[in-house]
């Protein structure tokens, strides 16, 4: 049999003889192998008239009945099998090379397997071989790309006429504020309140009581002169909350530094609210649940304050329709299985916990804390159960969500839709159900300009990619895709920075508005985050929890304000540091006009020696006369000098109730200078 050159043919012959050749001999078909020129004539086709194109994606489309033909994305229509718009030239094209090659070079196949294959090589190659897709057209330089099989992608001159479903924003309570009914705040301190009030204050005094018995015989040093415990109450417990916001206010190098005398320390605080020998006891026995409560769960030890803020969070406002979620960083460094690392955080080690936020006002309405713990994770996965757990108080009320893509997904946007919610956020092109055409996100940043624009609409669900400086994906359930806001960006111009616009899709300026409500609440506990280091890890919990009881607070009173402007006046200038000063200051019950505390000329067992004082009633403070010497008290708390005497007084008590000795000669009066203050 004669051998005719490929090349000699029109495409309707050469696609003919592929056919043919799908029902010979594999035996005979030696005979109908190409050479090597015929096959570099082969990549000629490409450049062939658009009419002998459409010849081809005719006979293609007859064949494409075949299982063959499945497999370049061929769709049934009115009872015919078709390709999908933008694919018959392609797949033509790749259907006349890969049937050629397939005979030439695999002579024990089926020249028309190998035309299939060549066809969805074709459509696949669309990208880098399309017409136009290197060249541009239309401004958008992506005009020529494929519409590869399962899908295909439109640009910005293709208006995406799909509306979205629209449901109506209708919560179960009025969106904003829910404070008691019988609450009518003077203070900050109120607000406050409504997050750690008088029974969950009572209720860590009493945990706390119960912990220091248990482990005050092997901690003396934290008890009293005879080892025992002094019991704790709930005003001191306030008093020590304070004093952890005082000190996110006011940070020095440790805190034994608030009650320090040197020049640079002395007018600190810290002993006005209690002394540092006591603050240490209150901070090695400080517990806020149960010391018998089961540990199996990791968050036992902090499970009854968890409760309570989280509770309280939900309770007194209802979110507006703008949500997001995120998860937030707590910052700890020891060893522990709930600790995470997160590289894109700032606080990259640590606990991590997911919160939902107001995005109106950062308002933290529902958080969860992530344990590590093996649990019940559905078909979906973990991100998607975290979103359906926080978000279950507000489905079916028309809210809309917006997540990073480290939530997103095609299930979670199809279950928001059944739920009348709607769901925005940038989706990574790994997850399920996310268009093939979309994935080589090279081909949009390389050919493409500032501004372009390539999208792809499933029914409710549109996924978008927008070229910035990179590209940017994002799902949507409620937006168009070519619906414009647009933007700016500054560019080099002969040397000068000048403003360009930049087409912008909505959905990409209503992420950027409604998303950061997770991160400005963490800014806003980053300017006095009262977290201390600790090895304890539940302690880094609690310290936590105080701050979301805090910021939570803070926009409470503020929202409160707005709808009471004549209510709690404040200047302008008023801020979260204000607030946190003012309720510092009234839960320790310190005047806002009361001077800073003196410097101590006394020990830190002072309130003994009043106690005794109280007890001897009128005995005299009489220097006596001592057999043994002993160190001034006095000089060494003023001048830390060891000054040896003989003079006591047998009222005033030291360490250990032995007397206190005092210098009393020329020029150092130390026994008179010490009585008269």
């Known amino acids: 049999m004669a051998r005719v050159p490929l090349a000699r043919l029109s495409a309707d012959e050469a696609l003919q003889r592929i056919l043919d050749w799908s029902g010979s001999d594999p035996e005979d078909d ?34 494409s009945d075949s299982d063959d033909g499945a497999a370049v994305g061929v769709v049934e229509q009115d009872g015919e099998f078709v390709l999908p718009r933008g694919q018959g030239r392609a797949a033509a094209r790749g259907r006349v090379r890969g049937g050629a090659r397939g005979a030439a070079r695999r002579g024990t196949r089926s020249a028309a397997r190998g035309a299939a294959r060549g066809a ?35 640009i910005w001159e293709e208006e995406d006429n799909f509306n979205p479903p629209e449901f109506e924003f209708e919560p179960e309570r ?14 900050e301190l109120d607000f406050f309140n409504l997050f750690f009030p008088d029974d969950v204050i009572q209720t860590i005094a009493d945990h706390t009581n119960s912990y220091a018995y248990m482990l005050v015989l092997g ?61 240490k006891a209150l901070l090695c026995f400080l517990h806020v649940d149960d010391p018998d409560s089961d540990p199996a769960d990791r968050l036992h030890k902090v499970r009854f304050v968890y409760n309570q803020v989280l509770t309280a969070s939900a309770q007194y406002w209802q979110p507006r329709q703008h949500v997001s979620l995120d998860e937030r960083m707590i910052r700890f460094k020891g060893r522990h299985a709930m600790k995470v690392y997160v590289k894109n955080k700032p606080v990259k080690w640590g606990f991590k916990s997911y919160a939902l936020c107001d995005s109106s006002n950062h308002y933290n309405y529902c958080f969860e804390m992530y344990t590590g713990q093996a649990m019940d994770v559905s078909v979906h996965g973990l991100t998607y159960d975290v979103v359906m757990r ?36 940038t989706v990574r092109s790994n997850r399920s159900g996310f268009p093939d055409v979309l994935k080589n996100v090279k081909v949009l940043e390389r050919s493409g300009n500032r501004g372009d624009l390539r999208y792809v609409r ?5 996924y978008i990619q927008w070229l910035d400086k990179r590209v940017v994906t994002v799902l949507s359930t409620r937006h168009q895709a070519t619906r414009r806001n647009d933007t700016s960006r500054y560019v080099r111009v002969d040397g000068a920075w000048e403003k360009e616009p930049v087409r912008r899709p909505e959905a990409i300026a209503d992420y950027n508005t409604f998303m950061g409500g997770v991160d400005a609440f963490d800014q ?38 707005k709808d009471n402007p004549d209510n709690l006046p404040r200047p302008a200038s008023y801020s979260q540091s204000d607030f946190r000063a003012s309720v510092a200051r009234q839960l320790a019950g310190i ?65 250990k109730g032995k007397p206190s000795y005092f210098c009393a000669m020329p020029g150092r009066q130390c026994f008179r200078d010490y009585h008269q203050h």
């Open 30 to 63: 030696d005979d109908n192998f190409l050479s090597t020129d015929e096959e570099e004539v082969l990549d000629q086709n490409e450049n062939d008239s658009d009419a002998e194109l459409s010849k081809q994606e005719s006979l293609v489309d007859s064949e």
């Open 120 to 154: 969805a090589r074709g459509v696949n190659r669309g990208t880098a071989r399309g017409r136009g897709a290197r060249r541009g057209r239309g401004g958008g330089g992506t005009r020529g790309v494929e519409r590869a099989a399962g899908g295909e992608y439109r």
């Open 174 to 187: 009025a969106a904003g504020l829910h404070l008691p009914d019988e609450f009518e705040p003077e203070q």
């Open 219 to 279: 901690k003396a040093s934290y008890g009293e002169d005879d080892g025992s415990w002094e019991d704790t109450k709930p005003a001191e417990i306030r008093k020590f909350i304070a004093f952890l916001l005082y000190m996110g206010l006011v940070r020095v190098g440790n805190y034994e530094q608030y009650w320090g005398t040197a020049s640079l320390y002395s007018g600190l605080w810290g002993r006005a609210f209690f002394t540092r020998s006591r603050f």
């Open 390 to 425: 926080l978000f279950d108080g507000l489905l079916d009320q028309g809210y809309c969500l917006y997540t990073d893509n480290y939530y997103t997904s095609n299930a979670l946007a199809t279950t928001f839709l059944e739920k009348s919610s709607h769901l925005t956020g």
């Open 458 to 462: 499933l029914h409710n669900i549109v």
């Open 524 to 561: 806003l506990a980053s300017s006095y985050r009262l977290l201390r280091r600790s090895k304890k890890s539940w302690k880094c919990m609690f310290y936590d929890l105080i701050e979301v009881a805090t910021i939570n607070a803070y926009i409470l009173m503020q929202e409160y304000r």
């Open 591 to 655: 005047p806002i006009d009361q001077p800073p505390p003196p410097l101590p000329v006394l020990g830190r067992k002072r309130r003994h020696a009043e106690a005794e004082d109280a007890a001897e009633g009128e005995e005299q403070h009489l220097p006596v006369g001592m057999e043994a010497r002993g160190n001034c008290r006095r000089c060494y708390q003023q001048e830390k000098k060891e000054m040896k005497t003989y003079i006591a007084c047998t009222v005033c008590k030291g360490p």
